[in-house]
């Protein structure tokens, strides 16, 4: 019969310290727990060495460590890779390594799915399947840092993966939290990019966190109207209540939030939209991340020309707003932005390779 086991891997250092006294074992060893999982990506209790051997044989009866499996990984031409995470009840979620862009890059997924069905996103048509946990989230990390080399090397975070991080903010946080502790991968906040919809409350619960990321907006439109057709989150929290939101955020002296501009051909890609945008952003430490649309079946937008985007970049820029264009990385995998989909398991993970292999040929 099978006991109820403890998941280790949703436990901050805390937790862990109180489950290993539990056990009627030193605290302590509960830090040395989290270096083994998250410092060295160890995940079996025996390979646990400075564990005393009656701890490792009580915690390999009562505990695991759940931890996502890799499916499948793809690399692009460009270096980045996606890899095809396997969660414990068999659901499927996709994280990203980005190599030099000049910092090296997880783009990682806060749920299966997502509730917000923004248009142009592939995410948004799976709908919201379940959110992840504190574990899986963090969980990612672990493998990617493992599976990459990078565990002892400085990296950034971007939760730009599938699903809305603000509509799991608990785990979201806890995993953060996690990630931060020194005697694991220590990472600090300020390497970590948590992008929203503009989910208001939850920005404002944000703005009070003493581990706080950086924040990036989904802005992609310059009226209510249009990103209400965009973004639907927009008919809840509009443009004025978002950006005020923005306006009152502690943003810390040389930091900057950014508002990432998703660009419709015809549909937001005028110069009358970038003048809206500078007078938007008006009073805003921000900067502004142009993300040419990474076009995919079933999206119903185009991508505009370079000349088109270059224009609207020329306005802002004039205008004194800081901006970039982002540079699509493993498009050729369908690894960019709004592109992470996973159909709810109807297909072998073999069969899904050979279907995207198939139309990057295409
Ligand atoms: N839910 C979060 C994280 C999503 S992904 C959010 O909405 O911010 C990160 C960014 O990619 C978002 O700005 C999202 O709008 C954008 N994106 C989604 N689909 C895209 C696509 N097809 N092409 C380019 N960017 C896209």
Not at 77 to 104: H, M, N, W
Not at 199 to 212: D, F, G, S, V
Not at 309 to 314: C, G
Request: with cysteine; hydrophobic share 45%.
């Amino acid at each position: 019969m099978d006991r109820p086991q403890t998941n280790l891997a949703e436990l901050t250092a805390a937790e862990l310290e109180a489950a290993v006294a539990a056990l009627g074992a030193p605290a302590f060893h509960g830090r040395q727990i989290l270096t083994w999982m998250y410092a060295r990506g160890v995940t079996r209790f025996a390979d646990m060495t400075d564990l005393p051997a009656a701890l490792r044989a009580r915690l390999a009866d009562c505990c695991t460590i759940a931890t996502p499996a890799l499916d499948s990984r793809q690399t692009s031409s460009d270096g980045t890779t996606k890899f095809l995470l396997r969660l414990a009840d068999g659901r499927q979620i996709e994280a990203v390594y980005i190599p030099d862009t000049p910092a090296q890059t997880f783009c990682i997924s806060t749920q299966v799915g997502c509730a917000m069905a923004c248009a142009f996103c592939l995410t948004g048509k799976m709908g919201l399947v379940r959110h992840l946990t504190a574990g899986e989230i963090a969980g990612q990390v672990r493998v990617l840092a493992h599976e990459t080399g990078l565990a002892a090397a400085t990296f950034n975070i971007v939760l730009m993966g599938m699903g809305e991080p603000l509509h799991n903010y608990d785990a979201t946080m806890k995993a953060l939290g996690i990630l931060a502790d020194s005697r694991g991968l220590g990472l600090h906040p300020k390497r970590v990019t948590l992008s929203t919809v503009g989910l208001l409350p939850a920005i404002e619960k944000l703005a009070t966190e003493p581990l706080m990321p950086n924040l990036a907006i989904s802005l992609h439109a310059t009226t209510d109207e249009a990103r209400s057709a965009l973004v639907p989150i927009n008919k809840r929290y509009d443009l004025t209540a978002l950006l005020d939101a923005c306006r009152r955020f502690p943003v810390s002296r040389r930091a900057r939030i950014t508002f990432e501009y998703v660009m419709l051909a015809g549909v937001n890609d005028s110069r009358d939209d970038a003048r809206r945008l500078v007078r938007l952003l008006h009073g805003i430490r921000g900067k502004v991340n142009l993300l040419p649309l990474n076009e995919a079946p079933g999206i119903p937008f185009r991508r505009p020309d370079e000349a088109r985007v270059d224009a609207f970049a020329r306005v802002l820029a004039e205008h004194g707003v800081r901006v970039s264009v982002r540079k699509s990385r493993g498009r050729d995998i369908r690894a960019a932005c709004g592109q992470l989909i996973v159909e709810g398991g109807r297909k072998s993970p073999g069969q899904r390779l050979a279907d995207q292999l198939h139309s990057s040929r295409a």
